[in-house]
């Protein structure tokens, strides 16, 4: 049993993350929903993320009282259905950031293909116990690695290339590494908790473990905050009720003109 003391403190901290990964991933969907120059098969892909994330800020306070409370209080289906959810949601991001992975790749290591081959965006991947952890963990990441690394190896052998190309060549290369960051992020939150999850520890470890892979979730759109101009752009925009004002959606955030 806890004290009222450590029950209130926890339920401010839940409460608080979950409205810090709503928000600033509703944030970055309205952004990318709105504004007709983000609408790019890499962007679509950032927003499928958020909203993986967003969903995730969601189901966080009803997690948190499988944590914190002594019971579950909402029944037997809703507890096999929010398992479920659960992992599609997990699923869902991992899923995501391997689409991130594969589009990368190919706008880097094969620019000249990119269009032809990148136009739509997909979700892959699920979970259960050990096949969860195998296939929706580990061969997802070794594979995300690998292309990272091919990435970055082809980026490197063409840095002079790319120095004399225009803009376009420069930001495929600094969204690489904006997505690597990403996926970096991803992989600190939660092989930890894996690497428990299969070894004899104790249950509040793991409690702890599993809110530093919630944390994820409202830590991506801080990523974007810091590598992406526009990004910060569109909150202003947001924020200010601008994109409610005639033709919003045409305005050229990169470079602040309307068309």
């Known amino acids: ?63 948190a009282t499988r944590h914190i409370e002594t019971c579950w209080y909402f029944g037997d ?22 689409l991130i992975a594969v589009d990368r790749y190919v706008a880097v290591c094969h620019p000249l293909q990119y269009p032809q081959k990148i136009t739509t965006t997909k979700t892959l991947g699920f ?44 930001s495929e290369s ?10 970096t992020v991803y992989l600190l939150c939660f092989i930890p908790y894996y690497i428990c999850s299969i070894s004899v520890i104790s249950s509040t470890t793991i409690n702890l473990l599993t809110w530093v892979v919630y944390t994820n979730s409202g830590l991506n759109p801080l990523v974007y905050a810091l590598f992406y101009p526009w990004f910060k752009k569109t909150i202003k925009h947001i924020l200010t009720l601008k994109i409610f004002q005639p033709a919003s959606s045409l305005v050229d955030i990169f470079t602040e003109h309307q068309y």
């Open 174 to 183: 600094k969204a690489a590494l904006t997505l690597g960051i990403i996926v």
């Open 1 to 63: 049993m806890r004290s009222r003391y450590e029950y209130n403190i926890m339920y401010v901290f839940v409460s608080l993350l979950s409205a810090w990964t709503v928000f600033l991933n509703l944030l970055v969907i309205v952004s990318i929903s709105h504004f007709k120059k983000l609408h790019t098969p890499t962007n679509l892909i950032i927003l499928s993320l958020a909203v993986a994330d967003l969903l995730m800020g969601l189901v966080m306070p009803i997690d």
């Open 127 to 170: 979970a259960w116990g050990v096949i969860d952890l195998f296939m929706s963990f580990i061969f997802p990441c070794t594979f995300i690695i690998t292309l990272y690394l091919r990435i970055f190896y082809v980026a490197h052998q063409q840095v002079k290339v790319i120095n004399s190309l225009m803009n376009g060549g420069k």
């Open 77 to 98: 289906t809703f507890c096999k259905l929010f398992i479920i959810i659960l992992g599609l949601v997990f699923s869902a991001s991992l899923s995501n950031l391997v």
